[in-house]
């Protein structure tokens, strides 16, 4: 990803390294102001639209956990619907044990969190593309484990309790709400690790892997730390759909289809910037929305984009606004200028 | 007695599991592509025989005969033009170009075919019957035929492999594109025929399948490709025999999963393949150097 136009020998005081070109206040002042407007939301429009949105945020916060993991530290996992899973079926169970499903939400989190340590220690052993079926062959080891237990509801799953007396209007504004925190915390937590110096390895991993590995990089421990993240965040959106749902079904949950959506989000998106995932979780909606009567035609569709992107718009959506406008709107990379040049000739992010 | 019956017919469902992980195996030696779509081919393969019997009205073993070549050459030109532009690109792409294929294939024939199951040959000898050994050993024509047809593929292909010319230049590509590429070998057009021979594989696997269980649009995800999957990381990854020993391996794990309790049959096959990527990871038939 990287472009070097000049070689040679340069002084050292020539160059001038930033994290954006333009002001990263903006951005944040932007990325605010939109949030909240998204909160005020149950006030302003219907009940059906919320529902939809709330969709939307369960897709968004899944694509960017896919994105940290294929388009960062290199693993295509095609078993992240695990973690969907397991997260609607933690919040089950601390629901069954009297806890308010909305608090029940951050603890099931962590709780994949914590699950995605061991099963880290079983898929890490493979690479690639047997990697990726390897955490297929997980996710429905985990359903099929999930389904012995009759007091889960076994195979045809349960309502999820703890929603009694609470007025149907307030539960759609709380469902909301919860679906919009979650997205948030997922955005602003990959935000902050791709800046921190793990975001460094990271992205440098993305570019050239053999590179990083030579530079001493911790290749191992950042992917680790890759895969319990999105092991939390997916679990966070499947604990949204427990909620959103008012119920856990196992062959819905844990149901590929998830992957499926989230990976075509982040190809469409763009693969590799934090901004692909959102523009791919739109256009996933839009498609949805407008191509849902035709069954399994949708589907169809989405797979043939995916495919057409992949092939021929390796950067997505994202990388032709970016190439034209050269803008990030989540700064994580930088920016390397030279002195006296107002263009940049070189960037890395 | 009940226990050895189970034993007997998981080794012979492990022919059929080595049907299905052989070309899996066979695309990623040859071209180090995972194909995500390789069990909706199998069943793609399964509906081109239904549709071939329906038509024609042949007899069912030899729509199998049309069937392979037809998958092989289907194979050849997704290799030549699909899989061929994503490996340009990088594995990545691979990856993600066979996903999409294979959920294109699914909701394909999802959209056309509905989702009601087909078999083929209900109703045959060879498909319902079979031999008795003993008073509780069962042993299904169909089973020891595909056993057979298993058996006979890996011997065909490492004979291929190891002894035609053709087979030679596969295995010079597998081992290096450049240098072979250099002698002037056209890499791609090997990759071609590699592909061309693991669909047709498929095919075989497809059309047993078929003929053992009942064909649906989703059956390729849920069952063909994650079968094929584990019985190539429990025999050893990259090794042709190792897909037999790994398909009779989960077969019989099944098996007796199924024996214990009849809804743990699936739960028992990944038990064992966890069980084998913790203890030997690199398979129970490990070919270190050749990987």
Not at chain 1, 136 to 147: G, H, K, P, Q, R
Request: positive net charge.
């Amino acid at each position: 990803m990287s472009v070097v136009t000049k070689a040679g020998p340069r002084p050292a005081e020539s160059f001038l390294v930033t994290r954006s070109q333009r002001n990263v206040v903006w951005t944040g002042v932007g990325a605010l102001i939109v949030v909240v407007v998204l909160a005020l939301f149950p006030y302003l429009v219907y009940s059906g639209t919320t529902s939809l949105m709330v969709q939307g945020f369960i897709v968004l916060t899944l694509a960017s956990m896919w994105n940290l993991l294929a388009g960062y530290a290199g693993l295509v996992s095609v078993g992240q619907q695990g973690f969907v899973g397991l997260g609607a079926y933690f919040v089950l169970i601390f629901a069954l044990h009297g806890l308010s499903p909305f608090v029940a939400l951050p603890i099931a989190a962590i709780a994949c969190g914590v699950a995605a340590l061991p099963l880290w220690w079983l898929v890490s052993r493979l690479r690639s593309g047997y990697f990726a079926i390897a955490t297929w062959v997980l996710a429905a080891t985990l359903m099929l484990f999930i389904e012995r237990f009759n007091s889960l509801g076994g195979g045809t799953g349960l309502p999820v309790p703890g929603f009694t007396g609470m007025s149907p209007t307030l539960l759609t504004a709380y469902t909301y709400w919860i679906g919009l925190a979650v997205t948030v915390a997922a955005l602003l937590a990959v935000y902050l690790l791709l800046r921190s110096r793990v975001g460094l390895v990271l992205t440098a991993i993305r570019d050239d892997e053999v590179a990083a590995r030579s530079s001493g990089a911790r290749v191992g421990l950042a992917r680790l730390l890759v895969f319990v993240v999105a092991g939390i965040g997916c679990g966070a959106a499947g604990a949204v759909l427990a909620i959103s749902q008012l119920q856990v079904q196992p062959s819905a949950d844990f149901s590929v289809s998830w992957t499926a959506e989230m990976a075509f989000a982040v190809i469409i998106g763009g693969l590799g910037t934090i901004e692909g995932p959102i523009i791919g979780t739109v256009v996933y909606m839009v498609l949805q929305q407008t191509l849902a009567s035709y069954n399994a035609w949708y589907l169809i569709i989405l797979g043939l984009v995916a495919i057409l992107v992949a092939l021929f718009a390796r950067r997505g959506l994202w990388g032709l606004v970016d190439e034209h406008l050269r803008v990030r709107l989540f700064p994580v990379g930088y920016w390397l200028r030279l002195a006296g040049d107002n263009d940049s000739s070189g960037r890395r992010g | 007695m009940a226990w050895v019956n189970a034993i007997v017919q998981g080794v012979l469902t492990g022919g059929l599991y080595a049907l299905f992980a052989c070309g899996l195996s066979l695309m990623f030696g040859v071209m180090k592509v995972v194909n995500l779509a390789h069990g909706d081919l199998a069943v793609v393969a399964g509906y081109v025989g239904v549709g071939v019997i329906t038509v024609t009205n042949i007899p069912v073993l030899w729509s199998v005969v049309i069937v392979v070549p037809v998958m092989a050459v289907i194979g050849y030109f997704l290799q030549r033009t699909l899989i061929q532009s994503a490996l340009n690109r990088g594995v990545l792409t691979t990856l993600i170009v066979t996903l999409g294929l294979s959920m294109v294939i699914e909701n394909a024939l999802l959209q056309f075919f509905t989702a009601n199951s087909r078999g083929i040959g209900a109703g045959m000898t060879l498909v319902t019957g079979s031999f008795s050994l003993g008073s509780q050993v069962e042993l299904p024509y169909l089973l020891l035929v595909i056993f057979a047809v298993a058996v006979a593929v890996l011997l065909g292909l490492q004979w291929f492999l190891s002894r035609s010319s053709y087979g030679r230049l596969v295995r010079a590509v597998a081992d290096d594109q450049e240098a072979a590429q250099l002698s002037g070998a056209d890499y791609r057009h090997v990759f071609g025929i590699a592909a061309a021979l693991a669909l047709g594989t498929v095919a075989l696997g497809g059309m047993a399948y078929s003929m053992y269980s009942t064909l649906d649009p989703t059956a390729g995800t849920d069952t063909i490709l994650l079968f094929a999957f584990v019985a190539v990381v429990i025999g050893g990854l990259g090794s042709l025999w190792g897909t037999l020993v790994g398909g009779i391996v989960l077969g019989i794990a099944q098996q007796i999963g199924a024996q214990i309790n009849i809804s743990d049959e699936l739960l028992a096959g990944y038990l064992v393949f966890l069980l084998v990527l913790v203890l030997r990871p690199q398979g129970l038939v490990s070919r270190r150097a050749q990987s």
